[in-house]
């Protein structure tokens, strides 16, 4: 009479024998590596990453009201929206001349696997106040600013924004056409080539955006980058009617804008889109196909300025950036829906 016992044994027995028989087998039987080659079989070079990333500034409400700090921002930038990059805005760097700090900022970027493309640094900029600022004033913003030349080599940046200024009273003057006054610009381009140096030795860009006074208006912002003339020298470009260029009148608004954009384009290290240019999808096309035409290989970055339902509307402009940039790794021509008659 069989019993349970016997048949567990049967079986194990039999479970021996084919282990056996399976081990010579292997033995004869030439592997997919058996000729030492690497056992590849995922090709990862046939997959083209998406260079979008989303400003933290894009969360400012959300700091604001104590929801939303650098690490949450990493967790919503790799797990929310699946992307490789933490595109910073010092506001979230709480002590920024903490060591520790910083280190614990390092560690998270290594953890989630995120590069930072960019890092812009309010309250480091060069001029405060039109011919006016203290020697005083000088040392501590040129001291600011080489705390995150610091800061920028030990994450690994690769863009670092310092505003040409001015600021004066923290306030931003209307007459942004109006040039630097010769004494104001001949600052800029000793101090920002001295920057230039630097960063260039450790690997990343440094320069200016065209977002605050003098430096929104592109005669101004290409006479600057004339006039410093170096590799470690570039600009951040943002891309929107309320931060970006100032056009030669309001009726020439975006006629300008686009020429701006594209006597630009060439010294463009990093790039802020607003709501505006990625809502319109004809715009936001030809706005990055300027970009990729001159040879743009840095990211490109969504700035949300609401202050409220920040998480959903980033998202939704990372999701039309990242729309163009699919269409192109598939052979397309990045223009997402077909034109009507």
Known sequence: MSTRRDFLRKTLAGAAVAATGATAAAATVPTIASDGARNEFVNRSAFKPLPV???SYSFHGLVGEGMMDIFHYFETCRFRYGIDAADLWNGMIKDANDDAYINKIHRALQERQLVVPSIAADGAHLISSRNRDSPENRAQL????DRYMDIAKKLGAGFLRFDAGPLAGGGLTNNTREMWSP???DYLVKRYRELAQ???DWGFIVGNENHVTHSK???NMEKLI????HPGFGICVHYGDVGGWTPHSPETMRQDNEAFNRASAKWTAHTHFEWDYTEDADLLHRMMSILRDAGYKGY???ECYAGRNELLLTGIMMDRIKAILNNWNNGGTGELYPRRR
């Open 53 to 55: 990333s989303c400003l």
């Open 142 to 145: 040129r001291a600011n600013q």
């Open 183 to 185: 004494e104001d610009f």
């Open 198 to 200: 630097k960063a260039y």
């Open 217 to 219: 208006y592109w005669p």
């Open 226 to 229: 004339q006039a410093v003339d």
């Open 300 to 302: 490109y970055s969504a």
